[in-house]
């Protein structure tokens, strides 16, 4: 890491621990209106214009190891599967026979020795092109060259898979902007699948997401854990382009390491400053990664209805070596599943408030600003025009966006 980044960090997390109050020009953040989470309009809105024109995290190259590996997705509601080519390359198609909309792939994961449609048993390469029907001849004028499978934007953070429905989005690292060069130092290409699992809870996925971005709500539901060994006011905020975001939160005490990352191996490239603090990453909309030099999580945040949502939890760490992961790692996940209930104890009443008149909209302090900052990204995907104007969120955060 860059020394002039980890020195304004570190100046960063001083200045947040020892200020009064705001910054002199914060601006007061308008309430964010409660409709947002609830109101039918402004969730079709999102899904259109945010989840299918997003890139999203899909998997990770350890779940396809080898040609004919395939992965399905269809959390944004569209059928798309991810496959590794012979070439060794990953692909994202939609799972839609180009005759009449058959799937190709069945189930959630898993090899395969060719594509072949469940229904009328047209045959497609890897590479989606489509190489076999059955009586052709009886297709007038039908051009097999135009009839591959459609493909979805598919690309890599180091061995992260991400898609997009947008043929036109930016590419992924760009899009990114500074995160791949903080991501760099824990030795991405490296990183290796140990698990993934999931909760479904009964919220707007917002409700949730909201709470993964902020630290202001440690001394009450994380009192007994979290908030023993990280100290919330020190927190260093910096918010990005494209609605990305970083949260470095201190440790209490310097020489603290996580009791459950004791004997784990670590990666020795992370910076000192992202080792002994609690580094937290927002990759717009839905990725939240904790980072730590023993591995991480990613967090991910997905709609299943408009009043339920799933988080996944996928593990990563770096190489073990030969074998299943080491033993440790079943702990450590197992006391990480304790917070996260205490983080999502609340959301399915939080959900029933925001539907009730007993919520008007909530207003946001200086340390929950990066909710804000979701929020104003949130409405410039969708086009601010579009936006019923009793749900619009003003921009007021530019000032404060670096980079
Ligand atoms: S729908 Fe796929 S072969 Fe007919
Ligand atoms: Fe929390």
């Not at 760490?317 to 104890?345: K, M, S, V």
């Not at 600003?369 to 410039?380: A, F, M």
Request: glycine letters at 8%.
């Amino acid at each position: 890491m860059e020394a002039a980044i980890t020195d304004h960090l570190r100046e960063g997390m001083e200045y947040e621990r020892n200020r009064s109050g705001p910054p002199e020009h914060f601006p007061q953040l308008p309430d964010i209106p409660g409709g947002r989470y609830v109101d039918p309009q402004f969730l079709a809105l999102e899904d259109a214009q945010l989840w299918k024109r997003s890139w999203l995290y899909a998997g990770h190259a350890d779940e396809l190891p080898e040609p004919g590996s395939f992965l399905m997705f269809t959390r944004t509601g569209s059928p798309i599967f991810l496959i590794r080519g012979k070439d060794l390359k990953v692909r994202a198609f939609y799972n839609t026979c180009r005759h009449r909309g058959g799937p190709l792939v069945k189930e959630a994961c898993g090899h395969t020795r060719g594509l072949v449609c469940g229904y009328h048993g047209w045959t497609y390469d890897f590479e989606g092109k489509l190489i076999n029907l059955r009586d052709k001849r009886d297709f007038v004028g039908l051009d097999m060259h135009r009839r591959g499978l459609i493909e979805v934007r598919c690309e890599q953070l180091g061995n992260w898979i991400f898609i997009n429905e947008d043929p036109d989005a930016e590419p992924l690292l760009e899009h990114l902007g500074p995160i791949p060069e903080y991501f760099a130092q824990y030795d991405i290409d490296n990183i290796r699948f140990v698990k993934k699992d999931g909760v479904d809870v009964e919220c707007n996925v917002k409700v949730l997401m909201d709470a993964f971005l902020e630290v202001y709500h440690l001394k009450s539901i994380h009192q007994h854990t979290v908030d023993r060994f990280l100290d919330h006011r020190g927190s260093k905020i910096v918010l990005w382009k494209n609605g990305h975001s970083l949260m470095l939160t201190p440790n209490r005490r310097p020489d603290w390491v996580d009791p459950g990352t004791v004997g784990m191996k670590q990666i020795p490239s992370v910076d000192e400053l992202f080792a002994k603090n609690n580094p937290s990453f927002n990759l717009y909309p839905n990725l939240v990664t904790p980072m730590a030099d023993s591995g991480m999580p990613f967090l991910l945040f997905w709609p299943t209805g408009p009043r339920s949502m799933r988080i996944e939890c996928h593990w990563f760490a770096p190489d073990w070596g030969d074998g299943e992961p080491p033993a440790l790692w079943e702990t450590r996940i197992a006391n990480f599943e304790r917070i996260l209930e205490e983080d999502t104890q609340f959301a399915p009443q939080i959900q029933k408030s925001v539907e009730s008149p007993g919520f008007k909209g909530m207003p946001l302090n200086y340390q929950e600003r990066r909710i804000y900052h979701w929020h104003e990204e949130l409405d410039r995907r969708i086009g601010r025009e579009r936006v019923p104007e009793p749900l619009r969120v003003t921009p007021v955060l530019h000032d404060f966006v670096e980079g």
